[in-house]
């Protein structure tokens, strides 16, 4: 009776047993991972929502060097700098990631940091640190989830002068992440005038960021100032009585599509002809980038060493008597050591087709060179160039100070670094063209429109999602120069349930959601007017209808995709018409590719600009 009425259907165990057996076989294991992993997503989530919703950790520092990769650079010299007594009442937390631990907890001990409390990158434990912390510091980027809290001090670095193009000077990729770093950012620290040139022209920083900019110099760069630590590494390191260079090239290929190998086949070339050649007294050591992720093994080479793992790579080029470089921005900061530099450019041509570079090399005072019978001869003839104006122009703030004035700047309030003016800005227009398809009229009229506009009474920003934009590098080659533009990273983050609840329309029991989003998308940006020109993605509409600003959206006829209740939140709706409708008085868009279409659409937009 009981297995009649387990089983009302009357299949017996027996083909229960089957069905069971059957679907689990035949399921795809790729399946049960993606499972796996959305659901770790959704209770990550969840955590990081519950804390956003506790006080903050006032005396709690969360540092993170490159995403948990690494411990190097700005971020191990201000971690070292907050481990004094001068800041004795902070607890200092850094982010890893499991396959980086062994070093970095290495570089952690020979460096007396064994205090640090090291929490694993995107854990249930680092997201609870990442919505508690007061102050949260990183040469990277932060995690698309983060949520700028009221109270929170977010601190940018970055991790290197830029040579490579990027951000909208790189048509191949958007690098909204790093965008929205340095714009959400309450402190950003600089070298030159010229790094911060380039940074904020590359991310469009001006009208935005509201932060301040320190002339501190790089935090990373005290130890090239240090001669008496050159010695004891030396002596470690049993570089005593010999010549020691060091190689740092830079990765190739673009991000999605690193072109590892053949480099790694490159430099195995031309290790073998250095072994070969080089005087008995001479060492060669290589580091590889990080997005390089392939091992080497240089144990067959009697001239040439990997990197020491477990010591700070600044701290080993501090005590090399040169550096050879191809594309990569540490010859900027080994300047400040005044040793001689070599650029090994093989592949020079190839490399400005594929990126681009910021840098005329005919500028740079350092030798060049192509091929390695050249630089073999390079590394054994003395420095014979003169690098003071090159220093002036690319470390004109660098000094064996900048750790220190950065943390009394930012931990104890004291003005003891120049900081760059504040931007005089203008009114900010954004503006929404969803998936920027120009194969939509809205996003047409738009293209046409912003190639005849007066920035200089507003300042005008396109607003996208990023990754329908990455395959589309036209459409970034194209945006006048005086237009800026921001990204929103994917679709919006709800936890399980709320995701279940979207998906059933239900949006009256998530609108405190769609507020978290707007906070999380838009955060504190001086937006003054928002336009809303795509009209039919739901999310986007949810989440910007909370904005602090004059809001507008269109309206295509018959279309029922944004609820009634949303469109009451914005100011203006304006309707989207097959044909022209001359009774009405109020504002109107018309479909359509023709000239006299366009016009008018245009000096509809200009109108709404006006609000």
């Given at each position: 009776?009981?297995?009649?009425?387990?089983?009302?259907?009357?299949?017996?165990?027996?083909?229960?047993?089957?069905?069971?057996?059957?679907?689990?076989?035949?399921?795809?294991?790729?399946?049960?991972?993606?499972?796996?992993?959305?659901?770790?997503?959704?209770?990550?989530?969840?955590?990081?929502?519950?804390?956003?919703?506790?006080?903050?950790?006032?005396?709690?520092?969360?540092?993170?060097?490159?995403?948990?990769?690494?411990?190097?650079?700005?971020?191990?010299?201000?971690?070292?700098?907050?481990?004094?007594?001068?800041?004795?009442?902070?607890?200092?937390?850094?982010?890893?990631?499991?396959?980086?631990?062994?070093?970095?907890?290495?570089?952690?001990?020979?460096?007396?940091?064994?205090?640090?409390?090291?929490?694993?990158?995107?854990?249930?434990?680092?997201?609870?640190?990442?919505?508690?912390?007061?102050?949260?510091?990183?040469?990277?980027?932060?995690?698309?989830?983060?949520?700028?809290?009221?109270?929170?001090?977010?601190?940018?670095?970055?991790?290197?002068?830029?040579?490579?193009?990027?951000?909208?000077?790189?048509?191949?990729?958007?690098?909204?992440?790093?965008?929205?770093?340095?714009?959400?950012?309450?402190?950003?620290?600089?070298?030159?005038?010229?790094?911060?040139?380039?940074?904020?022209?590359?991310?469009?920083?001006?009208?935005?960021?509201?932060?301040?900019?320190?002339?501190?110099?790089?935090?990373?760069?005290?130890?090239?100032?240090?001669?008496?630590?050159?010695?004891?590494?030396?002596?470690?390191?049993?570089?005593?009585?010999?010549?020691?260079?060091?190689?740092?090239?830079?990765?190739?290929?673009?991000?999605?599509?690193?072109?590892?190998?053949?480099?790694?086949?490159?430099?195995?070339?031309?290790?073998?002809?250095?072994?070969?050649?080089?005087?008995?007294?001479?060492?060669?050591?290589?580091?590889?980038?990080?997005?390089?992720?392939?091992?080497?093994?240089?144990?067959?080479?009697?001239?040439?060493?990997?990197?020491?793992?477990?010591?700070?790579?600044?701290?080993?080029?501090?005590?090399?008597?040169?550096?050879?470089?191809?594309?990569?921005?540490?010859?900027?900061?080994?300047?400040?050591?005044?040793?001689?530099?070599?650029?090994?450019?093989?592949?020079?041509?190839?490399?400005?087709?594929?990126?681009?570079?910021?840098?005329?090399?005919?500028?740079?005072?350092?030798?060049?060179?192509?091929?390695?019978?050249?630089?073999?001869?390079?590394?054994?003839?003395?420095?014979?160039?003169?690098?003071?104006?090159?220093?002036?122009?690319?470390?004109?703030?660098?000094?064996?100070?900048?750790?220190?004035?950065?943390?009394?700047?930012?931990?104890?309030?004291?003005?003891?670094?120049?900081?760059?003016?504040?931007?005089?800005?203008?009114?900010?227009?954004?503006?929404?063209?969803?998936?920027?398809?120009?194969?939509?009229?809205?996003?047409?009229?738009?293209?046409?429109?912003?190639?005849?506009?007066?920035?200089?009474?507003?300042?005008?920003?396109?607003?996208?999602?990023?990754?329908?934009?990455?395959?589309?590098?036209?459409?970034?080659?194209?945006?006048?120069?005086?237009?800026?533009?921001?990204?929103?990273?994917?679709n919006p983050d709800f936890t399980k349930h709320e995701h279940i609840l979207y998906k059933k329309k239900r949006l009256k029991k998530i609108q405190n959601a769609f507020q978290r989003e707007c906070q999380r998308c838009f955060s504190d940006l001086p937006i003054d007017l928002y336009i809303d020109l795509s009209g039919r993605i739901l999310h986007v509409a949810e989440i910007a209808k909370n904005l602090h600003c004059k809001k507008v959206i269109v309206r295509y006829e018959g279309?029922?995709?944004?609820?009634?209740?949303?469109?009451q939140k914005y100011d203006v709706v304006v309707p989207i018409k097959k044909t022209i409708d001359n009774s009405m008085n109020t504002y109107q868009f018309v479909l359509g590719y023709d000239t006299k279409t366009i016009k008018e659409n245009a000096k509809t937009l200009e109108e709404l600009s006006t609000l």
């Amino acid at each position: 009776r009981i297995l009649r009425w387990a089983f009302p259907r009357g299949r017996g165990i027996r083909e229960w047993l089957r069905i069971w057996y059957n679907r689990r076989s035949n399921r795809n294991p790729q399946e049960d991972t993606n499972k796996k992993e959305q659901d770790d997503l959704y209770n990550v989530r969840k955590v990081y929502f519950s804390c956003l919703k506790k006080s903050l950790w006032s005396n709690v520092v969360l540092l993170d060097s490159k995403n948990g990769t690494d411990l190097a650079g700005n971020i191990l010299r201000l971690l070292v700098e907050l481990n004094s007594e001068c800041y004795g009442n902070l607890r200092l937390c850094l982010a890893y990631q499991k396959k980086n631990f062994a070093r970095i907890s290495a570089i952690l001990k020979r460096y007396g940091l064994e205090k640090v409390t090291l929490i694993e990158w995107r854990s249930p434990e680092y997201f609870e640190y990442l919505g508690r912390s007061k102050y949260l510091i990183t040469d990277l980027y932060v995690v698309s989830e983060y949520i700028k809290r009221s109270g929170q001090i977010l601190i940018s670095t970055a991790h290197g002068t830029p040579i490579k193009t990027m951000g909208r000077d790189c048509h191949t990729e958007t690098q909204g992440h790093l965008q929205r770093t340095h714009i959400l950012a309450d402190y950003q620290i600089f070298p030159s005038n010229y790094m911060k040139e380039k940074l904020f022209r590359a991310f469009m920083e001006d009208d935005l960021f509201s932060g301040i900019a320190l002339r501190s110099g790089y935090c990373r760069n005290d130890i090239f100032f240090d001669s008496e630590r050159r010695g004891v590494v030396r002596q470690e390191l049993n570089f005593d009585g010999k010549i020691v260079y060091a190689y740092l090239p830079t990765f190739r290929g673009i991000a999605g599509d690193f072109k590892s190998q053949q480099q790694n086949d490159d430099v195995m070339k031309m290790c073998e002809y250095l072994d070969d050649h080089l005087p008995e007294n001479y060492i060669l050591l290589i580091k590889m980038h990080n997005f390089n992720a392939s091992e080497m093994d240089f144990s067959g080479f009697e001239h040439i060493q990997e990197f020491p793992q477990d010591y700070e790579v600044y701290d080993v080029l501090n005590a090399t008597d040169g550096l050879i470089s191809d594309y990569s921005s540490v010859f900027f900061d080994y300047a400040n050591l005044r040793k001689k530099i070599i650029l090994f450019q093989y592949d020079f041509e190839q490399y400005m087709e594929e990126r681009g570079v910021y840098l005329k090399w005919s500028d740079v005072p350092f030798p060049v060179v192509n091929r390695v019978e050249d630089l073999c001869c390079e590394m054994q003839s003395e420095k014979n160039y003169d690098d003071t104006a090159f220093l002036e122009k690319y470390c004109t703030y660098d000094n064996p100070n900048s750790s220190e004035l950065v943390c009394r700047s930012i931990f104890k309030k004291e003005e003891c670094c120049e900081v760059f003016p504040q931007h005089q800005r203008k009114k900010n227009i954004v503006i929404h063209i969803g998936n920027a398809d120009l194969r939509s009229p809205t996003t047409f009229f738009v293209w046409e429109y912003l190639k005849h506009i007066d920035t200089t009474k507003y300042n005008y920003i396109l607003y996208f999602y990023e990754y329908d934009l990455f395959n589309r590098a036209y459409m970034l080659e194209n945006i006048p120069s005086d237009v800026k533009y921001i990204s929103y990273l994917g679709n919006p983050d709800f936890t399980k349930h709320e995701h279940i609840l979207y998906k059933k329309k239900r949006l009256k029991k998530i609108q405190n959601a769609f507020q978290r989003e707007c906070q999380r998308c838009f955060s504190d940006l001086p937006i003054d007017l928002y336009i809303d020109l795509s009209g039919r993605i739901l999310h986007v509409a949810e989440i910007a209808k909370n904005l602090h600003c004059k809001k507008v959206i269109v309206r295509y006829e018959g279309d029922n995709i944004i609820s009634e209740n949303c469109y009451q939140k914005y100011d203006v709706v304006v309707p989207i018409k097959k044909t022209i409708d001359n009774s009405m008085n109020t504002y109107q868009f018309v479909l359509g590719y023709d000239t006299k279409t366009i016009k008018e659409n245009a000096k509809t937009l200009e109108e709404l600009s006006t609000l």
